[in-house]
């Protein structure tokens, strides 16, 4: 499995690449040196948050997967978000049930935002890591270089920060047909 994603993580880098070449080899023989220097230099931004954001994302899972114990062999985490008031065991119980009071509903309610704020603060580590923040902040300088040296084609430079989203597509794209 692991083999299998770094064959998918090269083939993405590879289209990444290939497009970004192209971008380069476009922009030099147009002879615009100012549209080179606005994709490269939104690529380079996209491409450190979105690898921050990577990175970020994956500390987070192995933390929240190293800190998960459990002693039940029977556990499955993915059962207990699907049916999480046991509905669908084999043993069912019935019970009548009537109708709830407004201090029963506050209760139920309780666990979901206590979830709700949980599960918020789990992603947040990832959201906000510093691999992600010193790559919006090679993007805000990066802006501001171009900006304030009056240099920004705000149509170059988006086209260029939509290289790394776009390559991921395609590479992906490309990869689930060879699966096929």
């Known amino acids: 499995m692991a083999i299998k994603k770094m064959m998918m993580n090269k083939k993405i880098l ?3 690449f290939i497009i970004d070449i192209g ?3 476009f922009t030099l023989l147009e002879g615009r040196y100012d549209w ?3 994709t490269q230099i939104a690529f380079a931004s996209s491409m450190m948050v ?23 062999d029977n556990y499955d985490e993915l059962d207990k978000m699907d049916d999480k008031y046991d509905l669908y065991s084999p043993q069912v119980e019935t019970k009548v049930i009537e ?4 201090q029963e509903i506050k209760e139920a309610i309780k666990p979901i935002k206590q979830n709700y704020f949980s599960n918020f603060k789990a992603g947040f580590s990832g959201m906000s890591s510093l691999y992600r923040l010193f790559g919006y902040i090679g993007l805000i300088i990066g802006f ?28 992906s794209f490309i990869i689930s047909k060879q699966v096929q």
């Open 14 to 16: 590879q289209t990444l």
């Open 23 to 25: 971008v380069v080899i």
């Open 36 to 38: 080179l220097l606005n």
């Open 50 to 72: 979105t690898i921050g954001s990577y990175l970020g994302y994956k500390n987070n899972i192995t933390k929240r997967v190293k800190d998960h114990q459990n002693d039940d």
């Open 99 to 102: 109708d709830p009071t407004p």
């Open 144 to 171: 501001f270089y171009l900006n304030n040296n009056h240099l920004l084609d705000i149509y170059s430079y988006i086209f260029g920060f939509l290289i790394v989203p776009v390559s991921t597509i395609i590479g």
